[in-house]
């Protein structure tokens, strides 16, 4: 949870004065009583269905006082904008290191995920063979390479403005060699 956080305040940090407006707005309607914490009943009833549990409560909660407060909260906000994978064998939210069937990727937002422990114990059963898994952190390494054997542009300051909330786009056209690449936050 801590990557998490870190990557949430972040993005928070370097964000525009109205992608942090949207932050701030959307943790005032999660407070729904106006005290500026965010109390457990609060948020199982106000956020999505496969974030409503106790145990990501407890986790995003880091100092323990049964709430969660604005820095607390920036963890949440970037899992609704950029929803987490989940583990296909035991359903836990895939916080730090995990694997993916490569060839079920194609597939995204449908992709096969695994936790290492699931991976690593075999507990789990696939249509597709261990060895058609990646783990993220070298699936990043591939995609770097690819990105190196394409031309990926950035659009201009304006363009980006046009999207405010969180949304990651890349494509790679393979017949020219050329493609876009849109900002994430």
């Known amino acids: 949870m801590n990557e998490i956080r870190e990557v949430a305040k972040a993005y928070y940090a370097a964000a525009t004065p109205a992608e942090k ?8 309607s999660l407070d729904a009583n106006g005290d500026g914490r965010i109390s457990l009943a609060e948020y199982k009833t106000l956020v ?15 100092n323990g006082d049964g709430t969660l407060h604005f820095e607390e909260f920036l963890a949440l906000f970037y899992m609704e904008k950029a929803p987490m994978r989940l583990c296909d064998a035991c359903s836990n939210i895939l916080l730090g290191s995990y694997f993916s069937c490569l060839l079920c990727e194609k597939n995204h937002p449908h992709t096969y995920d695994l936790c290492c422990r699931c991976y690593g114990g ?3 059963q696939h249509s597709h063979p261990p060895s058609s898994f990646m783990d993220n952190r070298s699936m990043r390494l591939l995609l770097a390479q690819i990105m190196k054997q394409s031309q990926v542009t950035v659009p201009d300051v304006d363009e980006v403005a046009k999207f405010p909330t969180i949304s990651c786009s890349i494509s790679i056209d393979k017949g020219d060699g050329k493609g876009t690449f849109r900002r994430v936050w």
Do not use: C, I, P
């Open 21 to 28: 407006d949207l932050a701030v707005k959307y943790f005032r």
């Open 48 to 62: 999505s269905s496969w974030l409503s549990n106790d145990k990501l409560f407890r986790e995003l909660d880091e």
């Open 122 to 124: 075999g507990g789990y």
